[in-house]
Nanobody, 114 residues
Framework: QVQLVESGGGLVQPGGSLRLSCAAS????????MGWHRQAPGKQRELVAG???????NYADSVKGRFTISRDVAKSTLYLQMNNLKPEDTAIYYC????????WGQGTQVTVSS
């Protein structure tokens, strides 16, 4: 069974940075198109960044230029570097395939507030 374990969230002031990590216990990690999703209170979960098996990367317009997705295939780990954070980035962040295939992990809370 695939497990996704997200970490790295926290409370940060506007303009600050965080780096999220997602450890995936899945064989063939590099074969999957992975993504970071987030769910803000009262809103639907949305995909904010994705990386395909060919390393094509795309971002939601709301995070473009501020977030960077990457992965370490050897460690089966997905990362999300988040810079210039805004209050509207407050959400629980999850990793999964771009089109979710696996059970969701517990996510990691990101709160942007002064």
């Amino acid at each position: 069974q695939v497990q996704l374990v997200e970490s790295g969230g926290g409370l940060v002031q506007p303009g600050g940075s965080l780096r999220l990590s997602c450890a995936a216990s899945v064989s063939g990690f590099s074969d999957y198109s992975m993504g970071w999703h987030r769910q803000a209170p009262g809103k639907q979960r949305e995909l904010v960044a994705g990386i395909t098996r060919g390393n094509f990367i795309n971002y939601a317009d709301s995070v473009k230029g501020r977030f960077t997705i990457s992965r370490d295939v050897a460690k089966s780990t997905l990362y999300l570097q988040m810079n210039n954070l805004k209050p509207e980035d407050t959400a629980i962040y999850y990793c999964n395939t771009k089109t979710p295939l696996f059970d969701w992990g517990q996510g990691t809370q990101v709160t942007v507030s002064s």
